[in-house]
């Protein structure tokens, strides 16, 4: 058991607590009878996503992705933005990508370390910050579905008088049988 | 190579009808207009097919490519003009003028709704027509087959009753259910087998592929079976069930041109996909050749039990279409001579019987043969040119059934297939024995209708015949089944090229 | 010029947007010009753009001048799979903005603006899904696509319509998320986010792509996709989603939504894992073929089994959804699946868009909503009848029409790859599909219980007048014209279908799959 924990939980641990909570929200999406129970269940589920990228750019004793002054210390953001800019530039459109940015750690804790940084600066020691912002975007894109949704459980409420799904269905039915 | 002329004839022609259509719809309140319209189409088609006989008679054909086909992608939609599909288009236009002026004559004298719609769509249908006579590729064929279908729809239906809707739903079914389960995989079988080459131009589709004997014969099946409007048992109910159509629509589309379509897209399955050398090799035919010498029997006889005139016919019509295609199914060159001269020759001969039916039915409202007895004394003309038209269906002289049959018969027994001449002989006797008892009857009456003793002298004051209109059509298409048996050069000059064509 | 047409597909409708916000509320009827203008230049950039691709290649356009493969740089892309879709998705946004003058703002003109400021961000959204070449940029636009369709389906004025549109939000929400968590494997185990670059990694180190979490990515991202297009067991939001809606929406989403993901997902086979990855490495293209024969065969019963005409029209959809994945993974050898599907995606568009505008015009003019209501619709409205009629043909698959010309493709793939049960499937739902529409020609032609026998005391003149009943609305030029259109547009795509599958193919064959073995 020990082992088993020590294999395959404790180095994926974050990915143990997405999986969980992303479960714990598609339950609630899919078994709750309050339609706002549900709106809960899919923030939850959204944010299960947050938190697995946000834990992908996560690395041990690295320090938040903040450029200082002339890329000195602390180190400069991600270097592969530089190099790979540096050599794609004149080539415009057509340009084929280059091998070279091929991952070489399958759990992406950190997947730049293997390259020699042109600017210097070691970027084991800086978090990934993609991740991070990839999600600033998912963040206003699941707060605006948020907003939608509860906008339109609102009409509903106003149409229907409840937000208990059963209640909605029955009203549903029985107003078709009528015409 | 063969000797090809590029012109946009067969389109034009096509496009005769097509184009009365919105003519039909902006007069639908000028009756005289629309009626003309009708004509005018009808001739100017008529015109179209007659400018290109030349051509053909001097041994080319016409293509015109519609769409192009980019090589390896799609199929081109082509028309292309043999003296087969000269036959048919000739047959097919020619008769129409005829059905136009007896159809309105028919639908004046019955008082018809939605007229226009009639007129419309039977325009429509035509167009169809001519474009699976001039189809030159198979998809061509195929899409103009379809297009017929459902363009006939609505004159099958035309009453709009209970009846017609029973009707038209058998009619659709049987054509569509067929096409799309059995023509469709036939098609794309041979599509994919022949690299994408559909066209009947040059040697047959198949003829250079190595098919075994039962692919041969399931595909053969699957395309007589998918051409359903051919009639071959047992996927020939739609054919009576049509029968609740207007009678001008059973006389042109199911006496001559749906029917005609269906067997017309056997012949060139047979000549133009497998080639008669393919068949011939394994002897795949005679499988065709003893499902067509079924339904001729069979349809024959429950021709004989049918006391509904129209349903009748329609029963005949399944025989005679089965002689067409199991002159083909031969593959003897006399047979399919005969297969392409009966095309025309039960063509005209069908279409006067309808066209009678239809006229019993508009003076007297009678529907039914054994209410006919004693009428000749009254439609004197309508039952005499009935007479001569089952004269031509039977194939008795003087009318250009003789010539067909004969062909036939001789084909039958120049290929060695006694038992299917024996067929032919059977049948010609069973068509006597449904046919020439209702003239007989109309003119020599045991008793007449009423039940009097007859012998009542014939009078020109108790002539009581259907509208002119009606009369005049039939009595041209009883002399044209005689006229071609005296002058049916034309027809075995075009029947020969055909055969020619074809020759192994 | 031509290079900033990427950037102007997404942008003119966002301007559009943006003025009709700016000024749409003082006065409705400056909507629709705006509208229309912003689609008419997308319309025409579309039209060059392709013309572009197709005499000199792909275009690539990089937002801010940032190339890739930085992280997250905005890199749209035209090539021949997309451009053809771009003149589809412009034509039947410029179609449906016709057919939207009157219909919208009809009961309360202060909500027309909105409608159109939706309706142009939904453009927006759709012509950003097909042209993104990076992967978390498309699931944004997947998103801003998906909320405004929200909105625009809950606009309408049935109850049962928000309801289905809030149902329609948890599981596009749930798709989106699925795509969004296989996009984030991808990351991990690739590090880029551009799909050139994603597949150029794939394909150079064969022990990230034989990895799981690779397998995981492609599960999960084929699963939300799936979602989104309403993939047989996943269709269970699309059917009230766009029967209650309006139908200006229901004509804007049902020919597209459905559409563009099936296009999502082609484009993930194809230039994110490729096809060689997918058929040979993974090798369960023979499961999602069987996936779609039963939702080709269930979305086929199920619409057998309607009363209501829009609500048939939507399980259409769930099997015309099934036609398309299955022809995707056909895997037959010469690709001829993938035409068949690229191709129906253009034919289906088109057919679908002509049965929801007749669908549409049925409602409006004549109150006519479950089939039985359009008895004697022939008679009363005999054009749109007519196209639906053409519509209704190519559903069936009868030639001319392009709806034949798809199977045709679809079918050759099928007999080539040896999946005779998808063969089987399509004809079997060709069959239905007869079944289905002339059992509404019929009740339109005789009407629901005809005469016992026929009468002939009809009068010819009277019965051919056209009665208009006091509860039917006048015809209406801008409700007719596309309606029209797309009938035509119908009859031509299946004429011409030799060249556009030609322009296909180009694309196709360049793919290293079709020459490799297979």
Same mark, same amino acid.
């Given at each position: ?179 | ?11 034009? +022609? ?5 184009? +009365? ?9 000028? $009756? ?37 086909g980019i090589s390896g992608i799609n199929v081109p $939609? ?41 007129? +419309? ?16 590729n198979l998809l061509?064929?195929y899409l103009?087959?379809e ?29 569509l259910g067929?096409s799309v389960a059995f023509a469709i995989p036939a098609i794309l079988f041979t599509y994919l087998k022949a690299d994408g080459d559909l ?6 589709i198949l003829? #250079?592929s190595?098919m075994?004997?039962?692919p041969?014969?399931l595909l053969?099946?699957a395309f007589?079976?998918g ?29 001559? /041109? ?44 429950? /021709? ?8 009748? @016919? ?9 002689? $067409? ?15 392409? @001269? ?20 508009? +003076?007297? #409202? ?139 | ?14 301007? !559009?947007?943006?003025?009709? *916000?700016?000024? *749409? ?9 705006? %509208? ?17 691709v197709f005499?000199?290649?792909p ?18 892309r035209?090539d021949a799979l997309n451009a053809l879709l771009l003149i589809a998705i412009?034509?039947? %946004? ?33 012509? *950003?899904i097909t042209?993104a070449a990076?992967a978390?940029?498309l699931?944004?636009?997947i ?11 809950? =606009? ?19 798709g989106?998320?699925f795509y969004?968590?296989g996009?984030?494997?991808l ?8 799909m050139q670059?994603i597949h150029t990694?794939l394909g150079?180190?064969p022990?990230?792509a034989q990895?799981?979490?690779v397998t995981i990515a492609f599960i999960f991202i084929l699963v939300g996709i799936w979602i989104k297009m309403a993939f047989f067991p996943l269709y269970?939001?699309l ?15 049902a020919p597209l939504m459905t559409k563009i993901s099936v296009y999502v997902m082609i484009r993930v086979m194809i230039s994110v894992f490729g096809l060689e990855w997918i058929f040979v490495s993974l090798g369960w293209s023979h499961l999602v073929v069987w996936l779609a024969v039963i939702a080709i065969l269930a979305g086929s019963v199920l619409a057998l ?6 609500? =048939?029209l939507c399980y259409l959809i769930v099997a015309e959804v099934g036609y398309m994945v299955g022809g995707a993974w056909l895997a037959d050898e010469g690709l001829w699946g993938m035409t068949g599907a690229l191709y129906h995606i253009l034919a289906d568009a088109a057919m679908t868009l ?22 004697? =619709? ?6 749109? =009848?007519?196209?639906?009629?053409? !519509?209704?043909l190519a559903m069936i698959g009868v030639p001319p029409t392009c709806g034949f010309f798809s199977k045709f493709y679809l079918i050759r793939g099928g007999l080539d790859a040896g999946h005779w049960e998808y063969v089987g499937a399509l004809l079997i739902s060709s069959l239905i599909n007869a079944?289905l ?15 016992? !026998? ?18 039917? %609305?006048?015809?209406?030029?801008? *409700? ?10 119908i009859?031509?795509l299946g004429i011409y279908n030799g060249p556009v599958v030609a322009l296909i193919r180009t694309f196709l064959e360049e793919l290293p799959i079709v020459a490799s073995s297979l």
């Open positions: 058991m020990a082992e088993f924990i020590h294999d395959h939980i404790q180095p994926y641990f974050n990915y143990w607590v997405y999986v969980i909570i992303m479960m714990i929200g598609l339950w609630a999406l899919i078994a709750k009878n309050n339609l706002i129970k549900k709106l809960i269940g899919l923030s939850i589920f959204q944010t299960a996503i947050i938190l697995f990228y946000v834990s992908m750019g996560v690395k041990d004793g690295a320090t938040i992705p903040i450029l200082g002054h002339h890329g000195s210390s602390p180190p400069a953001s991600e270097h592969r933005l530089f190099e790979d800019l540096d050599e794609e530039e004149p080539k415009k459109a057509h340009g084929k990508p280059v091998d070279h940015h091929a991952a070489d750690d399958e759990h992406g804790e950190d997947h730049t370390h293997g390259h020699a940084g042109h600017h210097k600066t070691n970027p084991d020691l800086i978090a990934n910050p993609l991740p991070h912002v990839l999600m600033l975007t998912a963040i206003v894109v699941g707060v605006a579905t948020l907003g939608v949704a509860l906008a339109i459980s609102q009409m509903i409420f106003k149409e229907f008088g409840s937000l208990e799904e059963d209640e909605i269905l029955e009203e549903i039915k029985a107003s078709a049988s009528d015409g | 190579m063969e000797n090809t002329v590029n012109s946009l004839l067969p389109v034009w +022609a096509c496009l005769a009808s097509l184009l +009365a259509v919105p003519l039909i719809v902006i007069f639908r309140k000028e $009756i005289f207009l629309r009626e003309m319209s009708t004509l005018l189409a009808g001739v100017v088609k008529l015109g179209f097919v007659l400018m290109m006989l030349p051509i053909i008679l001097e041994g080319k054909t016409i293509v015109t490519e519609l769409v192009p $939609i082509v028309f292309r003009v043999d003296a087969l599909g000269m036959i048919f288009a000739l047959v097919a236009s020619s008769l129409w003028i005829a059905t136009s002026i007896y159809a309105i004559g028919y639908m004046r004298g019955l008082n018809e709704h939605s007229q226009t719609r009639f007129f +419309a769509f039977f325009a429509l249908s035509l167009s169809a027509t001519l474009g699976v006579a001039f189809a030159g061509t064929l103009f087959y297009m017929l279908s459902l363009s006939t729809w609505p004159l099958v239906t035309h009453h709009q009753d209970k009846e017609a809707r029973g009707g038209g739903r058998t009619y659709l079914s049987y054509l067929t066209s009947f131009s040059g040697p047959a003829a #250079g190595d075994g004997f039962l041969a014969v053969l099946l007589a079976f051409f359903s409007k051919a009639g071959l048992m047992p996927f020939h109910s739609w054919l009576p069930g049509a029968m609740v159509a207007p009678t001008p629509v059973s006389a042109l589309l199911h006496a001559v /041109a749906v029917v005609k379509v269906g067997v017309f897209c056997v012949i060139r399955v047979v000549t133009g996909v497998f080639g008669i050398d393919l068949l011939g090799k394994f002897g795949a035919n005679l499988v065709l050749c003893w499902i067509a010498a079924f339904t001729v029997i069979v349809s024959s006889l429950i /021709a004989l039990s049918q006391d509904n005139l129209k349903r009748r @016919l329609a029963f005949s019509t399944i025989g005679q279409l089965s002689y $067409i295609v199991l002159g083909v199914a031969l593959l003897h060159e006399l047979a399919i001579k005969g297969s392409v @001269l009966h095309i025309a020759a039960h063509a005209v001969g069908k279409i006067t019987l309808f066209f009678c039916a239809g006229a019993i039915f508009v +003076a007297t #409202g009678k529907k039914y043969i054994s209410q006919m007895a004693g009428l000749g004394k009254q439609m004197p003309f309508t039952f005499a040119a009935f007479f001569l038209g089952s004269l031509g269906v039977i194939g008795l002289p003087p009318s250009i059934g003789l010539i067909s049959k004969f062909h036939l018969l001789l084909g039958a027994a120049e290929a060695g297939q006694v038992a299917l001449m024996v067929v032919f002989l059977i049948s010609t006797i069973l068509n006597a024995a449904y046919f020439l008892p209702i003239s007989y009857e109309a003119f020599f009456p045991k008793k007449d209708s009423e039940g009097d003793l007859v012998n009542t002298k014939f009078q020109w004051s108790g002539v009581k015949e259907a509208p002119l209109a009606c009369v005049i059509p039939l009595c041209v298409t009883a002399s044209l089944t005689v006229g071609l048996f005296f002058f049916p050069g034309l027809l075995l000059e075009l029947a020969d090229l055909f055969v020619g064509s074809v020759k192994p | 010029m031509v290079d900033q047409i990427p950037a102007v597909l997404v942008l003119a409708p966002l301007f !559009g947007a943006l003025l009709i *916000g700016l000024i *749409g509320h003082r006065d409705h009827r400056v909507c629709f010009p705006i %509208a229309l203008a912003s689609l008419s230049v997308t319309f025409f950039g579309a039209i060059a753009a392709a013309q572009h005499t000199n290649g275009m690539d356009y990089f937002v801010g001048g940032w190339e890739k493969p930085l992280g997250i740089g905005i890199h749209l035209i412009a034509t039947v %946004a410029v179609l449906v903005t016709f057919f939207s003058i009157r219909r919208v703002g009809e009961k309360n003109t202060e909500k027309t603006h909105y409608f159109y400021i939706l309706f142009l961000l939904l453009c927006l959204g759709l012509f *950003g042209i990076d978390f940029n699931f944004v636009l998103e801003v696509s998906s909320l405004t369709s929200y909105g625009l389906i809950a =606009m309408g004025s049935s109850r049962s319509g928000t309801y289905a549109a809030f149902n329609y939000v948890l599981m596009g929400t749930v989106a998320s969004l968590l996009v984030g494997y990351y991990l185990t690739t590090g880029s986010l551009n670059d990694i150079s180190n022990e990230i990895s799981k979490a269970g939001w059917p009230n989603a766009y029967s209650y809606s309006p139908s200006s929406t229901a004509c804007f989403l089994a309607q009363r209501e005409i829009k609500k =048939m002509c049965l929801f505008l007749a669908a549409g015009i049925f409602v409006k003019r004549f109150r006519a909503r479950e089939i039985s209501d359009l008895e004697g =619709m022939f008679r009363k409205a005999p054009w749109v =009848m007519a196209a639906f009629v053409i !519509g209704a079944v529409f002339f059992r509404i020609f019929e009740i339109a032609f005789f009407g629901n219980k005809p005469a016992e !026998g026929h009468d002939h005391s009809h009068d010819p003149h009277e019965t051919e007048e056209l009665p208009v009943a006091s509860n039917e %609305a006048p015809p209406v030029w801008s *409700g007719n014209l596309p309606l029209f259109a797309t009938a035509v547009i009859i031509l």
